[in-house]
């Protein structure tokens, strides 16, 4: 070939050919050398070496078959889609329809309570101000005047979490909850998602932006069953949704989030801080997005939330029991459906369901009687103001099933929304000191000086004394009620006398974590408190219901109890499995039932010792219990049980207009100057009457040698220490369910004289005075509640 050839075939693309290759044929009979076998051999493949066959799996799985695999897969989901497109129609709006009464029924199968009355006022859009609209907007869905009314990207994440049973679903925009609110139901199934999801696209396409906007906020629920934006302003602001201003509009656009956990009236101090950071990242929205600009934003102030109301037939108790159940039955759901908590509620508030409640009707009836017999009918706030501040909760519980058997949440559900059973707001004062024992009998906790911890384990019970932590003063140093100082004293009667001094020293020698740690799996809500010493004296935040349950733990031998008010739950055919209420072991029972042998003694030699132990009703009943009276007398408590009872009233000071906590002092105006409400007074009275009325004769199994259950111990000698004021704890936070955020601020000047805790060979008796006292002159009748 030539190079003018060449350059054409080049130009062509081709290539030059190999010029072909001649081969001598061998005379005939004449075998060809060894040589030129091999190349014809090399020249019958080309001249190149020949390639080993291809294996198995890359026969199957060529780039050509995937590539067309993926293609085809995608073809027919394209055409799944479009045919169920075609197939799926917008079916008609039932939302009001989609309402039905829940039904509650007591244990017994007997009619607690129905609610089923919608309250819902749809309002037309242009009735609701353009800026108060635009807050849904900026909560929910930013694109929703872009979009196509679904995010493809979020709701394929939800349909994979929902088919892997894992996580709360989400992602959806304000065409997709309206759907799901209006059309639809609250389902976690990928049937659901995928028709949530059509009918969306085709409601966004048939509907205008407007109409669906409507549809969303008169259909969703807000909480205090409140369906709608009209029934919400009313419910939160006692206005009219045409009323509404941006910083109302923005606290009911976040409130959809979580209605309940975000209700201000109601909310713990970690729901007060959600909300307020939802209400914030609203408002930034709208700023963002030029809906609201950034100086009116600066002068915007979380808006004032008015007090809930009961809903109708609902009075008395009936709507404290109710609450409690949906709270309990949405909790139930959260965890069994992978529900965000709006959904939960939406899933539960007036669907349909009949929820037949532990609550035993007689024993009900006769912790209401308790309270209004022994409190209530001696309160009259015209004669005393104080009076007007008493708030009273109980809850009782079956230790060996964890049923909550009576609760007591207020005078009436109408005048007091606040469940004062569940409330955590309220410092449990010395009703904890039984969980620092528990902690230190499960961890053969020592003292200072090296000596094990046990009912007959003897302290420093001196007034004010520094504690220590081996040697070092830890800067805390409580004072004992009224500053009472006792000589040395064994834990048992610290516990009868509650003696301060005694406890805070025993929580160090165990070490603040592991009480608290201890606290958590008897059943305590600790998340957010610090182990610190003034946590000794009571001072976190706890509820009646937490307090039961910790108290029916040592009860039923160390078996965590988590109380329940819900036996069954069934919607439409189906029911919601409802966890067992007791648990495995959290401490020993040898811990736990020590404890409880120790608690008789508070009963019988103690700061209960009038009002239960001496109580005509008794007959013979064993029982176990604790006083508690908080700093400034703003709390008290009685914590007590027998074998087969537990149950938990608090007392708390609350003014009715700010809903600050008060003191309690002069009320009934039946009381000695001061006239202090302690644990072992009205708190102990409520839960005598109750408990002797409703229970029989049983005793304790104990599997302890020690306490007073066992061995009756002796009334410890005092002295006391006059003050000009009456003294208090020491300053820590405000009572919630936060850990005080110091220490106190005084420290004694002077190291103590002795050692904080001896374990001598024999029991003290003698002290100052030298004769021993058996009757405290400032609390004869032996009631100190601290």
């Known amino acids: ?116 009355k919608v309250n819902r006022e749809i309002v037309d859009l242009s009735k609701v101000p353009r800026k108060v609209q635009l807050t849904f907007v900026a909560a929910e869905n930013k694109s929703f005047y872009h979009d196509a009314g679904v995010d493809f990207r979020g709701t394929a994440r939800g349909l994979l979490n929902t088919l892997a049973g894992k996580g709360k679903q989400g992602g959806s925009t304000i065409t997709q909850q309206y759907v799901k609110n209006f059309y639809l139901n609250q389902d976690q199934t990928v049937t659901r998602k995928v028709k949530e999801l059509v009918i969306a696209l085709k409601v966004d396409r048939e509907k205008s932006k407007d109409d669906i906007l409507a549809g969303y906020i008169n259909t969703s629920y807000y909480g205090r069953n409140a369906y709608g934006i009209q029934a919400a302003a009313q419910a939160y602001f006692h ?334 055919g189906r029911s919601v499995d409802i966890p067992d209420a007791v648990g495995g072991s959290v401490i020993s029972r040898t811990a736990a039932d020590t404890v409880t042998s120790v608690l008789t003694g508070v009963v019988d030699d103690g700061t209960a010792k009038r009002s239960v132990a001496g109580n005509p009703l008794r007959g013979g009943r064993q029982v176990a219990g604790k006083t508690g009276t908080s700093d400034e007398n703003k709390s008290a408590w009685f914590t007590g049980y027998t074998p087969d009872l537990v149950t938990s009233v608090g007392l708390f000071g609350e003014d009715p207009k700010t809903k600050a906590h008060v003191s309690m002092k002069g009320a009934t105006g039946l009381l000695p100057p001061p006239g202090r409400i302690n644990g072992g007074g009205y708190p102990a009275q409520i839960w005598a009457a109750y408990t002797f009325g409703v229970t029989g004769k049983a005793t304790f199994d104990l599997n302890t040698t020690q306490g007073a259950a066992v061995a009756p111990t002796e009334t410890p000698t005092w002295t006391h220490t006059p003050t000009e004021t009456p003294s208090q704890t020491p300053s820590s936070a405000p009572p919630t369910s936060a850990s005080p955020s110091q220490s106190p601020s005084r420290t004694p000047s002077q190291a103590p004289s002795q050692t904080p805790s001896k374990t001598p060979t024999q029991t003290p008796t003698t002290g100052v005075p030298t004769a021993p006292v058996t009757e405290d002159p400032l609390d004869p009748g032996g009631e100190l509640g601290q």
């Not at 045919?83 to 079916?91: E, Q, R």
């Not at 829940?102 to 009619?111: E, H, M, P």
């Not at 709006?342 to 209401?368: F, M, P």
């Not at 569940?422 to 003292?447: C, G, M």
């Open 1 to 116: 070939m030539g190079r003018a050839e060449e350059r054409r075939a080049r130009q062509r693309g081709g290539r030059r050919a190999a010029p072909k290759r001649r081969r001598s044929t061998p005379a005939a009979g004449t075998a060809p050398a060894a040589g030129t076998a091999s190349t014809a051999g090399t020249a019958s493949t080309g001249g190149a070496t020949a390639k080993p066959p291809k294996g198995l799996i890359r026969r199957l799985f060529t780039w050509k078959k995937i590539l067309g695999t993926f293609f085809a897969t995608c073809l027919l989901v394209i055409a799944a889609f479009i045919g169920l497109y075609l197939y799926v129609d917008i079916p008609e709006g039932n939302a009001a329809a989609q309402q039905q009464s829940n039904v509650y029924k007591f244990s017994d199968g007997t009619i607690l309570a129905r609610s089923g």
């Open 239 to 572: 206005v009219d949704a045409e009323d509404l201003d941006v910083q109302q509009g923005a606290y009911l656009a976040a409130l959809l989030q979580a209605p309940s956990q975000y209700d201000w009236a109601v909310a713990t101090p970690t729901g007060k801080k959600l909300v307020t950071e939802r209400w914030n990242y609203v408002l930034d929205n709208m700023v963002e997005e030029g809906w609201l600009s950034k100086a009116k934003r600066d002068t915007m102030h979380f808006p004032k939330i008015e007090e809930p109301k009961g809903a109708p037939g609902l009075g008395g108790q009936k709507g404290y029991l109710v609450e409690l159940a949906n709270q309990q039955l949405e909790q139930q759901l959260m965890a069994e459906q992978g529900l965000t908590q709006s959904q939960a509620e939406n899933a539960v508030v007036e669907k349909g369901w009949t929820i037949t409640l532990n609550i035993d009707r007689k024993k009900q009836a006769a912790l209401e009687k308790a309270v209004k017999t022994q409190l209530t009918a001696k309160l009259d706030k015209k004669k005393r103001k104080v009076d007007g501040d008493i708030q009273a909760g109980a809850v009782s519980v079956d230790p060996e099933t964890g049923k909550i058997v009576a609760l007591y949440g207020g005078q009436d559900y109408y005048q007091h929304y606040y469940d004062n059973a569940t409330r955590r707001d309220y410092q449990p004062a010395s009703t904890f000191k039984p969980v620092i024992l528990a902690a230190a009998l499960e961890r053969n906790a020592t003292t200072q000086d090296g000596k094990p911890i046990t009912a007959d384990t003897v302290y420093d019970g001196t007034s004010r004394r520094p504690v220590v932590d081996h040697g070092t003063k830890v800067g805390f140093a409580p004072p004992n009620e009224d500053d009472i100082s006792y000589d040395d004293v064994t834990v048992q009667q610290a516990m009868n006398k509650s003696v301060n001094s005694v406890f805070a020293q025993m929580g160090v020698d165990v070490g603040m974590d592991k009480v608290m740690s201890t606290a958590s799996r008897l059943g305590m809500d600790t998340k957010g408190m610090q182990a610190v010493p003034a946590q000794t004296l009571g001072s976190m935040g706890a509820s009646p219901l937490e307090m039961a349950g910790i108290y029916a733990t040592f009860a039923n031998h160390g078996h965590k109890v988590t109380p329940t008010i819900i036996k069954s739950a069934e919607n439409k």
